[in-house]
C-alpha cells in the first residue's frame, strides 16, 4: 500500500535557523504533491504544491520544496524560520492511479524559540 | 465570504451507536472531501462528494457513508460506532474533482465514543 514517511515528528529550531523537513513517498507512478500547515488554533491550510513542472516549488511565507523523484522524496525547506512559523506541517501525496486518493504524512511538529 | 463550516464541533457517543456530522462548504465550492485524523496521525481520506455522489473512496468500511445535498452540503455518517472511531473529522471543500484544486479545510468535529 502507499504510504507517505515524514521523518521528523516533533522539531525544535532557534529564529533564524535553516529549516528542512523531510518527506518520502512510496509509489512508482505518478504523483502530485503537496504541503500542508496548521497554525495554532487555525485550519489547515495549502502551503505549496507540485504538479509537474520545475521540481523546485514556492510557497506561501518563503517556503519552498523540492522534488526528487528518483529519491521519492518532497522535502520542505525555509533558509530562516520566524517564531510565527511555529505550526504543525504535513506532507501529501495524491496517487494519480485508478484509486486515486490522498494520502497522508504524520506530520511534524515545528516550534520555533524566541 | 464563510469558508467551510461544521457541525458539531464536539460529540460524544457510545458504542453501537450512530453519529452524522455535517459540512458546509465554502462558497462556490461543488466538491467535499472528508477526512479522519486520529490523535497523532495524519489525517485518512475517507471519500470525496461530487455532484451528489461519491467520487472516490479510501479504506474505510461501509459503516462510514455519505451524502451531498443539491446546495452542495454534505454529510458523514458513521454507523455501529466503534471505540477506534474516536477522531477528528474534517471536511474539505475544492473546486476541482480530485486534488488538484487546493483544498480548504474547516475545523473539524471531534467525536468521541465511550
Known amino acids: 500500500a502507499q504510504s507517505v514517511s515524514q521523518h521528523n515528528h516533533h522539531v525544535i529550531l532557534s529564529e533564524a535557523a535553516s529549516l528542512e523537513l523531510g518527506c518520502n513517498y512510496s509509489?512508482?507512478?505518478?504523483?502530485?504533491l503537496f504541503w500542508y500547515v496548521q497554525y495554532p488554533g487555525q485550519h489547515l491550510q495549502l502551503l505549496l504544491k507540485y504538479f509537474s513542472g520545475d521540481p523546485l516549488v514556492k510557497g506561501i511565507k518563503g517556503f519552498e520544496a523540492e522534488f526528487i523523484k528518483s529519491k521519492f522524496s518532497f522535502n520542505l525547506r525555509k533558509p530562516s524560520v520566524q517564531w510565527s512559523d511555529t505550526a504543525e506541517y504535513f506532507c501529501a501525496v495524491n496517487v494519480m492511479d485508478s484509486n486515486y486518493q490522498l494520502i497522508w504524512g504524520a506530520g511534524t511538529k515545528l516550534i520555533i524559540k524566541p | 465570504d464563510a469558508g467551510v463550516t461544521q457541525s458539531p464541533t464536539h460529540l460524544i457517543k457510545t458504542r453501537g451507536q450512530q453519529v452524522t456530522l455535517r459540512c458546509s462548504p465554502k462558497s462556490g465550492h461543488d466538491t467535499v472531501s472528508w477526512y479522519q485524523q486520529a490523535l497523532g496521525q495524519g489525517p485518512q481520506f475517507i471519500f470525496q462528494?461530487?455532484?451528489?455522489?461519491?467520487?472516490q473512496r479510501g479504506n474505510f468500511p461501509d459503516r462510514f457513508s455519505g451524502h451531498q445535498f443539491p446546495n452542495y452540503s454534505s454529510e458523514l455518517n458513521v454507523n455501529a460506532l466503534l471505540l477506534g472511531d474516536s477522531a477528528l473529522y474534517l471536511c474539505?471543500?475544492?473546486?476541482?474533482?480530485?486534488?488538484?484544486?487546493?483544498?480548504?479545510f474547516g475545523p473539524g468535529t471531534r467525536l468521541t465514543v465511550l
Open positions: 474539505a471543500s475544492s473546486l476541482d474533482r480530485g486534488f488538484t484544486d487546493t483544498q480548504y
Open positions: 462528494y461530487y455532484e451528489e455522489e461519491e467520487r
Open positions: 509509489y512508482g507512478g505518478t504523483v502530485n
